[in-house]
């Protein structure tokens, strides 16, 4: 049994007025464990974005929040950007269009782990190198706009572990790019993740998708966490009816590695 990372109990976010107020995220109870790959699951709108947000500190400030979310192990709240690394949806969001690739990868570096700029661009190079960006030296000193949308979610995800976080939150990093570029992020992300001994929360409403790169699996309905569990169990038992309609669309697509690309719990 693995350590805890995170322990989110009775986890409530709301937004609105009191007589309007609506919830994004309802008494959820979800344990995140150390080292494991944890795939958020669930239609838009569901509250996954939220979670992430929660987890990181980054809620708006106008969010009510409820419940709390403890850190077992951990001597301090984790900071996101030094001990958690987020990954969105569009890399053109977190990557600035004015500053070079090497600026920003090395930037987590210089900020959190203490290094001088020199030290930190070869931490960028080494970095970019290992997410396979070609001609990682030349990259250093181009722009965001110069790179496929494939490339700039690689950079992106160089930039997100560059201050070495033990957390790594992607939260839908593949949506935005065409199957064949999303496999290879998702087996980047899998491969970063076990070589680093990184936990990763990945966040998804393609249960197809998550089911290759998951240990554990959390889905979520209407800000309420429906049905959780190790991925092998909720994909070949689901429990809650709509896991089942959610796992029956992509059936239905017939997606062969559904099953058997999931990870041993
Ligand atoms: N800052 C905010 N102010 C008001 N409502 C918000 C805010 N952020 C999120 N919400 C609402 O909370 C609910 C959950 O949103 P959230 O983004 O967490 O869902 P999601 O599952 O990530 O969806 P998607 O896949 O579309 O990103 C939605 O109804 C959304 O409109």
Redesign the pocket.
Known sequence: MSALLAEIRGLSVS?GRDDAR?F?LQDVDLDIAKGRRLAVI?E???????LALALAGLL?P??RIAGEIGWPGLAHVPMAGRDIGMVFQDPGGSLNPVLTIGEQVAEGAVRHLGLDWRAARSHALALLERVRIPDPQAALGAYPHQFSGGQRQRIAIAAAIAAKPGLLIAD?PTSALDMVVQAEIVALLDDLVREAGMTLVFIT?DIALASGLADDIAV?QRAQLVEKGAAQAVLTKPAHAYTKQLLAAQIDFSTPRLIDGVADA
């Open positions: 937004y609506s994004a669930g838009s709108g569901s509250g996954k974005s939220t708006a106008q969010a839908e409403h979520f």
